[in-house]
T-cell receptor
Framework: DSGVTQTPKHLITATGQRVTLRCSPRSGDLSVYWYQQSLDQGLQFLIQYYNGEERAKGNILERFSAQQFPDLHSELNLSSLELGDSALYFC???????????FGPGTRLTVL | GQQLNQSPQSMFIQEGEDVSMNCTSSSIFNTWLWYKQEPGEGPVLLIALYKAGELTSNGRLTAQFGITRKDSFLNISASIPSDVGIYFCAGRETSGSRLTFGEGTQLTVNP
């Protein structure tokens, strides 16, 4: 158990809908990262927050947004969902900006 | 953007054999991390490397940070069935905080 929690574990929804994925970092970690992993693919970096501020952005679609709250948990919002958005979404956290990242168990999103 | 090439893509070995996989980048990295992912689970950190030339072990796993700072390798000795999974390398450039991941090496161990 990495100490990073993600909810929900599974999510099934329809095209055009909006969903919110939630992540709680390890106790004391200030930085949160979001990744997307499509079937048989590697991990694609989406976005990073550090102590509530956006720090780095990867290939995140405009339909996707995220935020980190004062209690350091983070949410990833996915809107106008398409079939191709079906994937595993992982959250990771690290204590500072340049330390190793610890991953949560992921949320499996299925868009029908 | 930077490229991170991981090889081999897959390996099929017999229990007891040693395994070696590596990653190369087009950029200089100041951090190399190795993760293992099992089906339906999140990646688990195996080894972290922060200095060129560094050689670090974690049980039967050994990883090295290449001298050129553009490559890293992971060795697994005396493989066992529970070593099955996908192994990912990840690197961080000097100037940034984000990690770039390799495409993964799928390891299958036959008992």
């Amino acid at each position: 158990d990495s100490g990073v929690t993600q909810t929900p574990k599974h999510l099934i929804t329809a095209t055009g809908q909006r969903v919110t994925l939630r992540c709680s970092p390890r106790s004391g970690d200030l930085s949160v990262y979001w990744y997307q992993q499509s079937l048989d693919q590697g991990l694609q970096f989406l976005i990073q927050y550090y102590n509530g501020e956006e720090r780095a952005k990867g290939n995140i679609l405009e339909r996707f947004s995220a935020q980190q709250f004062p209690d350091l948990h983070s949410e990833l919002n996915l809107s106008s969902l398409e079939l191709g958005d079906s994937a595993l979404y992982f959250c990771a956290s690290s204590s500072l900006l340049y330390n190793e990242q610890f991953f949560g168990p992921g949320t499996r999103l299925t868009v029908l | 953007g930077q490229q991170l090439n991981q090889s081999p893509q897959s390996m099929f070995i017999q229990e007891g054999e040693d395994v070696s996989m590596n990653c190369t980048s087009s950029s200089i990295f100041n951090t190399w991390l190795w993760y293992k992912q099992e089906p339906g689970e999140g990646p688990v950190l195996l080894i972290a490397l922060y200095k060129a030339g560094e050689l670090t072990s974690n049980g039967r796993l050994t990883a090295q940070f290449g001298i050129t700072r553009k490559d890293s390798f992971l060795n697994i000795s005396a493989s066992i069935p529970s070593d099955v999974g996908i192994y990912f390398c990840a690197g961080r450039e000097t100037s940034g905080s984000r990690l770039t991941f390799g495409e993964g090496t799928q390891l299958t161990v036959n008992p």
